[in-house]
C-alpha cells in the first residue's frame, strides 16, 4: 500500500520540488519583479476596487498571496504548491473519469507542467494558477456529486462562482459541459447541461446590462487578460485548451486497446514531458533579467555599497544595472570618484536613462537623488494612476510629499503604506516626521534631498541636460547635480567643458577634486599644455603619476591596441583615461536587448 | 439667551445625560470650546433639503454622545464609540423638516478614565431654500498625463445615493472631459469624451448622439462649453492646450494655452461657426458664459501669446459680447472687468439664475485656476460692476463653481483640506451681504475626505436625473459621428 502510494505521489512530489528549485535558485528575480507591481492593502477600498469586475476576487487573493513575495523562499513554495495540488486534482478528475486506468494519468500532467513552465515568466502571476486550481475544484466536485439536489445547487451558484473568479468560471464551464456532452447520456444529464448553459448565459446578460460598468471583454475575459502575459502567451492559451478538453482527452485516451502496457506507455510519456519541461525551464533561464531584478532590489533596500561592489567585482553592461550602479555611487556622494571602477559602455544614457517615460519606476528615483523632488513625485503619482499603487511609488509619493511640507497628502499615502503587510515599519519611520519639518530636515535622507532642491521654479525639460543645468543655475550648491554633470561630460569625453566646470568647484565646498573629474583635468592639461582655472583647488600628488604612469604603460605597446587593452591592470582600466581612450558607447539602448523595454 | 434658557438647558442636559447613563452630573468637566470635529460643520448654513451632516468627532475618548436638538423641538441623542457620527435618513429628515431653521449639536466624550467631558455646543442653520437634489462632477484622480479611471458622477445631494452618468471603462477607457447642463433644460446636456471613442456627446432630450465638432477650419479641438439658455446654441472655447511642471516646492502644474476663439454651435442644424469680431486675431479668448436671459456671452480673454511668452505675464480679463438669438450675430467686445490692471487673472465666469451676479476665479497669472493656490472666488454685481471677494475663500485653490437653480447655493472646489484634492463645497449665497460659511458635500462616511485620493471635478448642479446612463454613452460611441459643418457668418 506505501509503496502504492509512494508511486503515485512521486510524479506529483517531483513536480514540486522541480518547480520550487527553479523559482528559488533560477528566477527569483520574478519575484522581486511581481512584488514591486502590486501592493496589498488591507482596506475596504482595495477590496472594494476588486468587486467591480468578475473576478475580481480571485485578483484580490492573487494579491493576498503575492505579497508575500518578499520573501523568495514563500514566493517558489507558494507557487510550486499551488501547482502540485493542481496536479493531485486534475490527477483525481482522470482517476475519476477512467477509473485509475493510468494510462491517462500523463494527461493529468500536462497542465500543471504547462504551468510551470508558464511561471518562469516574469509576467506570469499567481492569479492564473489560482484560477486553474479553484476552476479544477470546481470541475471535480461536480464530478463527485452523487444527489441531484447538490448538482442542481451547484448550477445555481454559478452566477458566484463567475463574480468570485471571472474567465475562470468561464473555463470550469466550457471543461463541465464538454463532459457533459462525452459522458452524461441519461436525461438528467442533459437536463443539468441545459440548465447549467441557461444559468451561465443569464449570469453573463445580468453582469453585463445590470451589475457592472465593463465592456464585453472583460466580462468575458477578466481576470485571464488582466496583465500582459495573460492577454499574449500562447502557452496560456494552450494550457487553458487543455484544461478545457481535459475530458475529451480522457475519453480518447481511454479507448479500448490503449490499456496494454499502460502502465510502461505511461511512465514513458511522463518521463518525456517532464524532460521536455525541463528543457523549455533551462532555455528560458534569463540571467540578465535576474541580474536586473538582483540590482533593484539591493537599491529599493538602500543598499547601495552592495549595488557598487558587485558591479565593480562582476561588471554588467546591461544598461539598468549601469543606471543603478551610478545612481549608488551618486547616493554615497562617489560618483565622479569611482564610475570607471566599473562599466560605462553604455554611456551617457546610463546616468538618467534618458528620462525614458517606459522606465518611469526607475527614472524616478534618479530625479530624486539629484533633488529635482517634484519630478520624482510627478512620476511616482503617473505610476500610480496608471498601475495602482506600488511599494516603491507609495513610498517615493511620501517621502516627497514630506519634503515638500504636504503633510496632510503624505498623510494619506502613510495611512495606505500602513496597511500592507510589508512596509508597516517603513510608514512607522516616515510617519514621525508628519507635521515636523525639523524632523524632515535633519533626516539623513530627506533632508538632504531638501537642500538638493531648486531654490528657484524652472518647468522639467524633455532633455535631462538641460534639466540638470537648470537646477544648478536654481540651486549652484547642489553637488550631486553637478557630479551628474560632470559624469555626463566625462562619459561624452568633453574634457574642454570639463575643465571650464571646474572652476566652480572650489565654491561649491570641494576641499578635494573627485578622482576621475582630476584625471579629465590631467589630460587637459597634457592636451592644452596648461592646467585649467581651479579656483585656489590642487589636484593631488598621486594623479600625476599615475597619468605618467599610464602614458608609460600605453606607451609601451606601440599603439597595439588589443595589447594595450589586454595588459594593462586593473588601476589603469579604472580610469577616466581608459574610457577616453578606449571606452566605446554602445548604440541606444531599447534595441540592445532582446526581450521588452519594461525590464531591460 | 437669559439666564433661565441657560438654567433649563443645563437642566435639560443633566438630567438626559444622568437619566440615560446613570452619570453624577458632579463627574462632567466642562472643556470650554467646542469639540473639533471633520468636516468643519460648525457654524454652516445647510439647505433643508441636504443629506445627512455626518462627521467625526476629532477628540478623545471611548465613548461620545451626541446629543442634537432642532428648532423644531426634534431632539435626539446618537452614541458613537468610534467617533463617526451617522445620522439615520429618518432622524435628520425630523431635524431639518418642519420648518427648523437651526440644529445644534452637543458632544460629551468619556475617556479613557471614565471621566466625562462636555464640549460647547456647535450649531447649524437651516434654509428653507433648497438645493438642487443632484450634483454631477468628475471623478478622477488629481492628475498630471496619464488616466486610467475616470467617471462622470451624479450624486443625490438629499441622500447618500451616486450613479455613474459616464464610465470611461465602458468607453475603451477614454478621457472624459467638459460636461454642461442646459440651465433652463436639464435634460439637455453635453459631454465631451476624448480618445477613440471621443467626440462631444449630445443629448436634446430625445436621444444621444455623438458629434464631431471640429473641422478643418479649427486650429484646435472644442473645450469649454455653454448652453445658451434657449437650448438653441451651445458657446464653446476652441483651445491648444500644453502643460508643464513646475520644479519649485508648493506649485505642481501649469497649464497654458497657446491658442484660444470662441465658437458658436447649433445642435439643431449641426453648425459650428467662429465667434468673430474686429479684435479676435488678438486675444485668447475662453470659458463663455451665457448670461441667464441669453443676451450676452461672457467669456475671458488675454493677448494672443507669442513664441517665448513668460507665462507668468499672462493675464485675461472679463469681456462680454452682446447676442442676437434670432440671427446669431454678436456686437463688440466690451471688457467689464480688466483683472490685468489689478496684475490678476480672471477664470471660470459664471452667473446667477437671476443675472444679477457674477462669480469668477481670479488669480495671478494664467487661465488654470485649479493648480494656482491664490485662486480665490470673486463676485461681481452685474448692475453696478462692484467686485467683492468672497466670504468662501481659503488658504488653498478655490475654483470650478457653480450656481444651483434657485440662485441661493453655490457649489465649488476648495482644495482646502488637503491642498491636492478638490472637494465640493456648497455656499449659502442670498446677496452679498447675506452669505453662509460653506460646508463640504456630506458623505456616508463622515472621513471619506481624509481617506480617498481622487478629486471632485467640475461640481454642478444637476435639477433632475438625466434620461441617459453610462451604457447608453457606449451604445452611442458605437455609432458613426455625426460631423458639424463649418459656417462663416
Given at each position: 500500500?506505501?509503496?502504492?502510494?509512494?508511486?503515485?505521489?512521486?510524479p506529483?512530489l517531483?513536480?514540486?520540488i522541480?518547480?520550487?528549485?527553479?523559482?528559488?535558485?533560477?528566477?527569483?528575480?520574478?519575484?522581486f519583479?511581481?512584488?514591486q507591481?502590486?501592493?496589498?492593502?488591507f482596506?475596504?477600498?482595495?477590496?472594494?476596487?476588486?468587486?467591480?469586475?468578475?473576478?475580481?476576487l480571485?485578483?484580490?487573493?492573487?494579491?493576498?498571496?503575492?505579497?508575500g513575495?518578499l520573501?523568495d523562499l514563500?514566493?517558489?513554495?507558494?507557487?510550486?504548491?499551488?501547482?502540485?495540488?493542481?496536479a493531485?486534482?486534475l490527477?483525481?478528475v482522470?482517476?475519476?473519469?477512467?477509473?485509475?486506468?493510468?494510462f491517462?494519468?500523463?494527461?493529468?500532467?500536462?497542465?500543471p507542467?504547462?504551468?510551470?513552465?508558464?511561471?518562469?515568466?516574469?509576467?506570469?502571476?499567481?492569479?492564473?494558477?489560482?484560477?486553474?486550481?479553484?476552476?479544477?475544484?470546481?470541475?471535480?466536485?461536480?464530478l463527485?456529486?452523487?444527489?441531484?439536489t447538490?448538482?442542481?445547487?451547484?448550477?445555481?451558484?454559478?452566477?458566484?462562482f463567475y463574480?468570485?473568479?471571472g474567465?475562470?468560471?468561464?473555463?470550469?464551464?466550457?471543461?463541465?459541459l464538454?463532459?457533459s456532452i462525452?459522458?452524461?447520456?441519461?436525461?438528467?444529464?442533459?437536463?443539468?447541461?441545459?440548465?447549467?448553459i441557461?444559468?451561465?448565459?443569464?449570469?453573463?446578460?445580468?453582469?453585463?446590462?445590470?451589475?457592472l460598468?465593463?465592456?464585453?471583454?472583460?466580462?468575458?475575459?477578466?481576470?485571464?487578460?488582466?496583465?500582459?502575459?495573460?492577454?499574449a502567451n500562447?502557452l496560456?492559451?494552450?494550457v487553458?485548451?487543455?484544461?478545457?478538453?481535459?475530458?475529451?482527452?480522457?475519453k480518447?485516451?481511454?479507448?479500448?486497446?490503449?490499456?496494454?502496457?499502460?502502465?510502461?506507455?505511461?511512465?514513458?510519456?511522463a518521463a518525456?514531458?517532464y524532460?521536455?519541461?525541463?528543457?523549455?525551464?533551462v532555455?528560458?533561464?534569463?540571467?540578465?533579467?535576474?541580474?536586473?531584478?538582483r540590482?533593484?532590489?539591493?537599491?529599493?533596500?538602500?543598499?547601495?555599497?552592495e549595488?557598487?561592489?558587485?558591479?565593480?567585482k562582476?561588471?554588467?553592461s546591461n544598461?539598468i544595472?549601469?543606471?543603478?550602479?551610478n545612481l549608488?555611487?551618486s547616493?554615497k556622494?562617489?560618483?565622479c570618484?569611482?564610475?570607471?571602477?566599473?562599466?560605462?559602455?553604455?554611456?551617457?544614457m546610463?546616468?538618467s536613462?534618458?528620462?525614458?517615460r517606459?522606465?518611469?519606476?526607475?527614472?524616478?528615483?534618479y530625479?530624486?537623488?539629484v533633488?529635482?523632488?517634484?519630478?520624482a513625485?510627478?512620476?511616482?503619482?503617473?505610476?500610480?494612476?496608471?498601475n495602482?499603487?506600488?511599494?516603491?511609488?507609495?513610498?517615493?509619493?511620501?517621502?516627497?510629499?514630506?519634503i515638500?511640507?504636504?503633510?496632510?497628502?503624505?498623510e494619506r499615502?502613510?495611512?495606505?503604506?500602513k496597511?500592507?503587510?510589508?512596509?508597516?515599519?517603513e510608514a512607522?519611520?516616515?510617519?514621525?516626521?508628519?507635521?515636523?519639518?525639523?524632523?524632515?530636515?535633519?533626516?539623513d535622507?530627506?533632508?538632504?534631498?531638501?537642500?538638493?532642491?531648486?531654490?528657484?521654479?524652472?518647468?522639467?525639460?524633455?532633455?535631462?541636460?538641460?534639466?540638470?543645468?537648470?537646477?544648478?543655475k536654481?540651486?549652484?550648491?547642489?553637488?550631486?547635480?553637478?557630479?551628474?554633470?560632470?559624469?555626463?561630460?566625462?562619459?561624452?569625453?568633453?574634457?574642454?567643458a570639463?575643465?571650464e566646470?571646474?572652476?566652480?568647484?572650489a565654491?561649491?565646498?570641494y576641499?578635494?577634486?573627485?578622482?576621475?573629474i582630476?584625471?579629465?583635468?590631467?589630460?587637459?592639461?597634457?592636451?592644452?599644455?596648461a592646467?585649467?582655472?581651479?579656483?585656489?583647488?590642487?589636484?593631488?600628488?598621486?594623479t600625476n603619476a599615475?597619468f605618467?604612469?599610464?602614458?608609460?604603460s600605453?606607451?609601451?605597446?606601440?599603439g597595439?591596441r588589443?595589447?594595450?587593452?589586454?595588459?594593462l591592470?586593473?588601476?589603469?582600466?579604472?580610469?577616466f583615461?581608459y574610457?577616453?581612450?578606449f571606452?566605446?558607447?554602445?548604440?541606444?539602448?531599447?534595441r540592445s536587448?532582446p526581450?521588452?523595454?519594461?525590464?531591460? | 439667551?437669559?439666564?433661565?434658557v441657560?438654567?433649563?438647558?443645563?437642566?435639560?442636559?443633566?438630567?438626559?445625560?444622568?437619566?440615560?447613563?446613570?452619570?453624577?452630573?458632579?463627574d462632567?468637566?466642562?472643556?470650554?470650546?467646542?469639540p473639533?470635529?471633520?468636516?468643519?460643520?460648525?457654524?454652516?448654513?445647510?439647505?433643508?433639503?441636504?443629506?445627512?451632516?455626518?462627521?467625526?468627532?476629532?477628540e478623545?475618548?471611548k465613548?461620545?454622545?451626541?446629543?442634537?436638538?432642532?428648532?423644531?423641538?426634534?431632539?435626539?441623542?446618537?452614541?458613537?464609540?468610534?467617533?463617526?457620527?451617522?445620522?439615520?435618513?429618518?432622524?435628520?429628515?425630523?431635524l431639518?423638516g418642519?420648518?427648523?431653521?437651526?440644529?445644534?449639536?452637543?458632544?460629551?466624550?468619556?475617556?479613557?478614565?471614565?471621566k466625562?467631558i462636555?464640549?460647547?455646543?456647535?450649531?447649524?442653520?437651516?434654509?428653507?431654500?433648497?438645493?438642487?437634489?443632484?450634483?454631477?462632477?468628475?471623478f478622477?484622480?488629481?492628475?498630471?498625463?496619464t488616466?486610467?479611471e475616470?467617471?462622470?458622477i451624479l450624486?443625490?445631494?438629499?441622500?447618500?445615493?451616486?450613479?455613474?452618468?459616464?464610465e470611461?471603462?465602458?468607453l475603451?477607457?477614454?478621457?472624459?472631459?467638459?460636461?454642461?447642463?442646459?440651465?433652463?433644460?436639464?435634460?439637455?446636456?453635453?459631454?465631451?469624451?476624448r480618445?477613440?471613442?471621443?467626440?462631444?456627446?449630445f443629448?436634446?432630450?430625445?436621444d444621444l448622439?455623438?458629434r464631431?465638432?471640429?473641422?478643418?477650419?479649427?486650429?484646435?479641438?472644442?473645450?469649454?462649453?455653454?448652453?445658451?439658455p434657449?437650448?438653441?446654441?451651445?458657446?464653446?472655447?476652441?483651445?491648444?492646450t500644453i502643460q508643464?511642471?513646475?520644479?519649485?516646492?508648493?506649485?505642481?502644474?501649469?497649464?497654458?494655452?497657446?491658442?484660444?476663439?470662441?465658437?458658436?454651435?447649433?445642435?439643431?442644424?449641426?453648425l459650428?461657426?467662429?465667434?468673430?469680431?474686429?479684435?479676435?486675431?488678438?486675444?485668447m479668448?475662453?470659458?463663455?458664459?451665457?448670461?441667464?436671459?441669453?443676451?450676452?456671452?461672457?467669456?475671458?480673454r488675454?493677448?494672443?501669446?507669442?513664441?517665448?511668452?513668460?507665462?507668468?505675464?499672462?493675464?485675461?480679463?472679463?469681456?462680454?459680447?452682446?447676442?442676437?438669438?434670432d440671427?446669431?450675430?454678436f456686437?463688440?467686445?466690451?471688457?467689464?472687468?480688466?483683472?490685468?490692471?489689478?496684475?490678476?487673472?480672471?477664470?471660470?465666469?459664471?452667473?446667477s439664475?437671476?443675472?444679477r451676479?457674477?462669480?469668477?476665479?481670479?488669480?495671478?497669472?494664467?487661465?488654470?485656476?485649479?493648480?494656482?493656490?491664490?485662486?480665490?472666488?470673486?463676485?461681481?454685481?452685474?448692475?453696478?460692476?462692484?467686485?467683492?471677494?468672497?466670504?468662501f475663500?481659503?488658504?488653498?485653490?478655490?475654483?470650478?463653481?457653480?450656481?444651483?437653480?434657485?440662485?441661493?447655493?453655490?457649489v465649488?472646489?476648495s482644495?482646502?483640506l488637503?491642498?491636492?484634492?478638490?472637494?465640493?463645497?456648497?455656499?449659502?449665497?442670498?446677496?452679498?451681504?447675506?452669505t453662509?460659511?460653506?460646508?463640504?458635500?456630506?458623505?456616508k462616511?463622515?472621513?471619506?475626505y481624509?481617506?480617498l485620493?481622487?478629486?471632485?471635478?467640475?461640481?454642478?448642479?444637476?435639477?433632475?436625473?438625466?434620461?441617459?446612463?453610462?451604457?447608453?454613452?457606449?451604445?452611442?460611441?458605437?455609432?458613426?459621428?455625426?460631423?458639424?459643418?463649418?459656417?462663416?457668418?
Open positions: 500500500m506505501d509503496r502504492k502510494m509512494t508511486r503515485k505521489n512521486l506529483v517531483i513536480l514540486f522541480t518547480s520550487f528549485a527553479y523559482l528559488y535558485w533560477f528566477a527569483a528575480g520574478i519575484f519583479y511581481q512584488e507591481k502590486s501592493l496589498f492593502i482596506s475596504y477600498e482595495y477590496l472594494a476596487k476588486h468587486l467591480v469586475k468578475p473576478g475580481g480571485l485578483k484580490y487573493l492573487a494579491g493576498f498571496l503575492t505579497q513575495y520573501s514563500y514566493g517558489a513554495f507558494i507557487n510550486s504548491l499551488i501547482i502540485a495540488l493542481l493531485i486534482l490527477r483525481s482522470a482517476e475519476r473519469l477512467s477509473g485509475s486506468r493510468s491517462t494519468m500523463p494527461l493529468a500532467f500536462l497542465i507542467l504547462g504551468l510551470m513552465i508558464c511561471q518562469s515568466n516574469y509576467h506570469f502571476n499567481i492569479l492564473h494558477s489560482l484560477g486553474f486550481l479553484l476552476a479544477a475544484v470546481l470541475f471535480l466536485i461536480s463527485n456529486l452523487t444527489r441531484k447538490f448538482h442542481v445547487i451547484l448550477i445555481f451558484l454559478f452566477p458566484v463574480f468570485m473568479m474567465t475562470y468560471s468561464l473555463i470550469y464551464l466550457c471543461t463541465y464538454i463532459h462525452l459522458y452524461q447520456n441519461n436525461r438528467y444529464g442533459r437536463i443539468f447541461t441545459l440548465l447549467q441557461f444559468i451561465s448565459i443569464v449570469t453573463l446578460v445580468l453582469f453585463y446590462k445590470l451589475f460598468y465593463q465592456p464585453f471583454s472583460v466580462i468575458t475575459g477578466y481576470p485571464f487578460i488582466s496583465n500582459e502575459y495573460g492577454r500562447g496560456l492559451y494552450g487553458t485548451v487543455l484544461f478545457v478538453l481535459l475530458p475529451g482527452l480522457i480518447i485516451s481511454d479507448l479500448p486497446g490503449s490499456e496494454k502496457h499502460a502502465t510502461a506507455k505511461s511512465t514513458v510519456i518525456c514531458l524532460g521536455i519541461s525541463i528543457i523549455v525551464l532555455r528560458q533561464y534569463d540571467p540578465v533579467f535576474e541580474g536586473i531584478m540590482t533593484e532590489k539591493r537599491y529599493c533596500s538602500g543598499k547601495f555599497d549595488i557598487i561592489v558587485h558591479h565593480e562582476y561588471p554588467s544598461i544595472e549601469q543606471f543603478y550602479y549608488s555611487l547616493e556622494g562617489k560618483l570618484d569611482r564610475m570607471f571602477f566599473g562599466c560605462q559602455d553604455t554611456g551617457p546610463s546616468l536613462l534618458g528620462g525614458n517606459e522606465q518611469a519606476s526607475r527614472t524616478m528615483h530625479y530624486y537623488a533633488g529635482l523632488v517634484n519630478e513625485r510627478h512620476l511616482a503619482f503617473e505610476l500610480m494612476v496608471i495602482g499603487y506600488s511599494p516603491e511609488n507609495l513610498k517615493m509619493l511620501i517621502k516627497t510629499e514630506l515638500n511640507g504636504n503633510f496632510r497628502v503624505a499615502y502613510l495611512n495606505i503604506l496597511k500592507t503587510l510589508g512596509y508597516r515599519t512607522g519611520r516616515l510617519g514621525k516626521m508628519l507635521e515636523n519639518t525639523e524632523l524632515v530636515n535633519t533626516d535622507e530627506l533632508g538632504e534631498k531638501r537642500k538638493l532642491m531648486p531654490k528657484d521654479d524652472f518647468f522639467i525639460h524633455t532633455e535631462d541636460a538641460m534639466n540638470i543645468d537648470l537646477l544648478l536654481s540651486n549652484p550648491a547642489n553637488r550631486k547635480a553637478f557630479e551628474y554633470k560632470m559624469a555626463r561630460l566625462l562619459l561624452e569625453k568633453d574634457i574642454l570639463i575643465a566646470e571646474s572652476v566652480k568647484m565654491d561649491m565646498g576641499t578635494t577634486i573627485p578622482r576621475h582630476e584625471e579629465a583635468i590631467v589630460a587637459f592639461a597634457s592636451y592644452k599644455k592646467l585649467p582655472d581651479l579656483a585656489g583647488l590642487v589636484l593631488s600628488a598621486g599615475r605618467l604612469n599610464y602614458v608609460r600605453v606607451n609601451s605597446f606601440a597595439d588589443a595589447a594595450i587593452k589586454k595588459s591592470n586593473r588601476a589603469e582600466k579604472d580610469t583615461w574610457y577616453l581612450q571606452g566605446q558607447i554602445r548604440g541606444d539602448f531599447t536587448r526581450v521588452d523595454r519594461n525590464v531591460y | 439667551m437669559n439666564l433661565s441657560i438654567g433649563s438647558v443645563i437642566f435639560a442636559t443633566a438630567t438626559f445625560i444622568a437619566g440615560c447613563n446613570g452619570i453624577d452630573i458632579r462632567i468637566q466642562p472643556a470650554n470650546r467646542q473639533a470635529i471633520e468636516p468643519d460643520y460648525s457654524g454652516i448654513t445647510i439647505p433643508y433639503n441636504i443629506a445627512p451632516m455626518n462627521f467625526r468627532i476629532g478623545e475618548g465613548k461620545f454622545l451626541v446629543r442634537i436638538s432642532s428648532s423644531n423641538g426634534i431632539c435626539n441623542k446618537i452614541r458613537s464609540s468610534d467617533g463617526n457620527v451617522i445620522f439615520p435618513l429618518k432622524l435628520w429628515r425630523a431639518t418642519n420648518n427648523a431653521d437651526s440644529i445644534e449639536i452637543e458632544i460629551i466624550a468619556v475617556n479613557k478614565d471614565k466625562y462636555k464640549y460647547s455646543p456647535f450649531s447649524m442653520k437651516i434654509s428653507g431654500d433648497s438645493v438642487d437634489p443632484w450634483l454631477c462632477y468628475r478622477l484622480y488629481p492628475g498630471y498625463e488616466w486610467v475616470m467617471q462622470l450624486r443625490s445631494t438629499e441622500t447618500f445615493k451616486e450613479k455613474y452618468f459616464i470611461n471603462q465602458l475603451e477607457r477614454n478621457c472624459i472631459n467638459c460636461h454642461s447642463f442646459n440651465s433652463k433644460k436639464a435634460e439637455r446636456f453635453l459631454v465631451q469624451v480618445g477613440s471613442k471621443g467626440g462631444t456627446y443629448h436634446d432630450g430625445m448622439t455623438r464631431i465638432l471640429r473641422t478643418d477650419n479649427m486650429k484646435a479641438n472644442v473645450v469649454y462649453p455653454s448652453w445658451h434657449s437650448g438653441k446654441y451651445v458657446a464653446f472655447s476652441s483651445n491648444r508643464s511642471f513646475h520644479m519649485k516646492a508648493g506649485k505642481n502644474i501649469e497649464v497654458m494655452d497657446l491658442f484660444s476663439s470662441l465658437l458658436l454651435y447649433d445642435p439643431d442644424q449641426n459650428i461657426s467662429p465667434v468673430s469680431d474686429r479684435d479676435t486675431a488678438n486675444y479668448e475662453t470659458y463663455p458664459c451665457w448670461a441667464p436671459d441669453g443676451k450676452y456671452l461672457y467669456y475671458c488675454a493677448e494672443q501669446v507669442m513664441e517665448g511668452f513668460d507665462y507668468r505675464k499672462i493675464k485675461y480679463d472679463l469681456a462680454r459680447k452682446r447676442f442676437d438669438s440671427t446669431g450675430e456686437g463688440p467686445a466690451e471688457v467689464i472687468f480688466s483683472a490685468s490692471e489689478i496684475n490678476k487673472s480672471v477664470s471660470f465666469p459664471s452667473i439664475p437671476d443675472g451676479y457674477l462669480v469668477l476665479t481670479l488669480h495671478d497669472y494664467g487661465t488654470f485656476s485649479i493648480w494656482h493656490r491664490e485662486a480665490d472666488l470673486y463676485l461681481l454685481d452685474l448692475q453696478n460692476m462692484d467686485i467683492k471677494k468672497l466670504p475663500n481659503s488658504n488653498e485653490t478655490e475654483s470650478y463653481h457653480s450656481w444651483s437653480s434657485n440662485g441661493r447655493w453655490i465649488f472646489s482644495k482646502r488637503d491642498g491636492l484634492t478638490a472637494r465640493p463645497f456648497i455656499a449659502f449665497f442670498e446677496s452679498p451681504g447675506k453662509g460659511k460653506p460646508f463640504v458635500l456630506p458623505q462616511d463622515p472621513t471619506l481624509r481617506r485620493d481622487k478629486t471632485f471635478n467640475r461640481p454642478e448642479f444637476v435639477p433632475a436625473l438625466p434620461a441617459s446612463e453610462a451604457r447608453d454613452f457606449m451604445k452611442a460611441s458605437a455609432k458613426p459621428p455625426l460631423k458639424a459643418r463649418w459656417i462663416e457668418k
